[in-house]
């Protein structure tokens, strides 16, 4: 994991210190979690990925891909909505994301409903 946070800093061209100063940790904290002098805790490890827009488990380790899961492992059914998502232009990717948190919300809205009646 360790070797993990340090290749993230490195590719994103970032010091040491710009990451503890961004992730609101000092210098010498940061320097023992991406040396492996200190276990990082969790809850900094999740502050890492969302910074660097990856997932824990390729913070881990457990994967190289950085956003996680692989294509390979969902269903057939998710894997074609991806495919199709990726061909989309930014415009209707936009369209798309908007109407899917329209769905969510709707989604939501029906089962608070529900519960209520419930």
Same mark, same amino acid.
């Given at each position: 994991m360790y070797k993990r946070i340090k290749d993230l800093r490195e590719d994103n061209d970032k010091l040491q210190k710009e990451i503890a100063i961004d992730l609101e940790t000092n210098v010498t904290q940061y320097q023992r979690y991406e040396n492996g002098k200190r276990e990082p805790p969790f809850n /900094?490890?999740? #502050?890492? +990925?969302?910074?660097?827009? %990856? #997932?824990? @488990?390729?913070? +881990?380790?457990?994967?190289? @891909?950085?956003?996680?899961?692989?294509? #390979?492992?969902? #269903?057939? @059914? %998710?894997?074609?909505? %991806?495919?199709?998502?990726? /061909?989309?232009?930014?415009?209707?990717?936009?369209?798309?994301e908007l109407f899917m948190q329209q769905l969510v919300e709707e989604q939501e809205n029906e089962n608070i409903k529900i519960k209520e009646v419930g």
């Open positions: /900094f490890i999740i #502050s890492l +990925a969302n910074y660097y827009k %990856v #997932s824990l @488990d390729y913070i +881990a380790g457990r994967t190289n @891909d950085k956003k996680g899961l692989t294509k #390979s492992q969902l #269903s057939e @059914d %998710v894997s074609h909505l %991806v495919k199709s998502y990726e /061909f989309l232009s930014e415009k209707r990717k936009g369209k798309l």
